[in-house]
């Protein structure tokens, strides 16, 4: 009854996608993705490939490392990578990263046993909370290695609750190494009666950390010159409407602000910032304004973690929504203070930061606007957050080595 009930939801999930493809291009194309999946995998040699899964272009910034440890360890082994979301597929089907990318055709119990009889993989990953009930029980029955990289969960996850704690329970069983960011998740499994758990840590930090060795988009030097800077990052409609208000509150104070939505196309900040007298444009235009309070408009998908580092401060979107909190490492890895919303999710590197005062939540616009005036005006509070968190980061790097080199050795 139980897998009765998923497949239906399975089905009734692709038939919704599938009406919205109507209307929604992002619909479209998760729906097109799929549509030759069997012929692209007929042609590939089996038991070769190393596959690595992820949700959508965050989650692969998650793993990015680890397969690239991979990729050293087993240079002989091609890659495939498959999204769920276009997001991730969209951005990167352009870059050669690995040796083949593809979407995840639908978690139909056909779909997977077919996937997995073409591909018959070396081993497996999935990234996070990435849990396909068929994919993993097939991978299981076929005695293929799979690993699931930076689990966290809380002790409310829905994981673990009624009425789905069984099904994902049996999903997180399949696993042959669960790597666990911290204490809590691997008690959870523990307690759950799963044994093949270790701390690894976080590997978005290691991806946090790369990036922001790469200067990129030095063009945005011009704009932003030398006035303090804001960067707002994947904000929604509602972290928006706040953000607006301190904007408008500030206009004339030589603040410079970069606005990244996270869906721009949906974004109506833009027409409602010039309804106010503000001067926005747009990156893609590439004509920007000498004005001391001009706003940067991110049309692109891909770029905020880099443009983080023209900041003084950073607001994360995100936080007055059910989705949660976007990336806080992206931001925080150049040392700046960072706040968000009051819908962090738990996540641990939120409340690491909040613990050591190098982030702040905003409930309103009035919260917000103290937050930005303060670090404008203190020099040396700035100072002191960039120290913190740069000995934050230190310590916590290297999770994805560490997976790389114990996932290496169970792989054959």
């Not at 139980?2 to 999930?13: D, F, N, P, S």
């Not at 063009?219 to 301190?246: A, H, W």
């Not at 910032?273 to 926005?280: E, I, R, Y």
């Not at 738990?346 to 616009?365: G, H, M, T, V």
Request: net charge neutral; hydrophobic share 40%.
């Amino acid at each position: 009854m139980r897998l009765l009930v998923y497949g239906l939801v399975i089905r009734a999930y692709a038939l919704g996608i599938r009406f919205g493809s109507v209307f929604n291009t992002k619909a479209k194309l998760w729906v097109k993705g799929r549509n030759s999946w069997r012929g692209e995998l007929s042609g590939i040699k089996k038991n070769e490939f190393i596959w690595f899964h992820c949700a959508s272009l965050g989650e692969y910034e998650d793993v990015k490392y680890v397969i690239q440890g991979i990729q050293r360890n087993f240079p002989e082994a091609p890659i495939l990578l498959t999204f769920f979301s276009p997001s991730g597929f969209e951005v990167l089907k352009k870059e050669n990263v690995v040796d083949k990318l593809m979407y995840l055709p639908l978690d139909t119990r056909r779909n997977a046993r077919d996937f997995i009889q073409l591909l018959q993989p070396k081993a497996a990953f999935f990234s996070r909370s990435e849990l396909w009930y068929n994919y993993l029980m097939f991978l299981r029955q076929n005695k293929v290695p799979v690993f699931l990289t930076s689990l966290s969960l809380g002790n409310e996850s829905k994981f673990l609750k009624w009425p789905v704690k069984r099904h994902y329970t049996d999903c997180l069983k399949a696993f042959t190494h669960i790597y666990a960011q911290e204490e809590t998740t691997k008690q959870l499994l523990i307690d759950n009666g799963l044994s093949d758990v270790s701390i690894t840590g976080n590997t978005r930090f290691d991806a946090a950390f790369n990036a922001s060795k790469k200067e990129l988009y030095s063009d945005v030097e011009g704009f932003v010159q030398e006035e303090f800077c804001v960067v707002v990052g994947s904000c929604l409609p509602r972290d928006e409407k706040i953000i607006e208000e301190v904007m408008v509150s500030l206009k004339g104070v030589p603040i410079k602000w970069i606005i990244a939505p996270h869906e721009f196309h949906e974004s109506g900040l833009e027409k409602s910032l010039k309804n106010h007298g503000l001067t926005t444009e747009r990156y893609s235009d590439q004509i920007f304004s000498d004005s001391k309070d001009a706003i940067l408009l991110i049309d692109f998908v891909g770029g905020l973690k880099h443009l983080y580092r023209f900041a003084n401060v950073a607001v994360i979107g995100g936080g007055f929504d059910a989705i949660g909190i976007h990336s806080i490492l992206e931001p925080a890895v150049y040392g700046i203070p960072v706040a968000f919303g009051a819908n962090h999710r738990n996540k641990k590197e939120a409340l690491d930061l909040l613990d050591i005062n190098c982030a702040e939540i905003f409930k309103s616009a009035d919260e917000l606007l103290a937050f930005v005036k303060m670090h404008k005006e203190s020099t040396s509070r700035t100072q002191e957050v960039s120290n913190e968190i740069s000995a934050f980061f230190k310590k916590n790097l290297g999770a994805s080595e560490r997976i790389v080199q114990h996932a290496s050795a169970l792989i054959h």
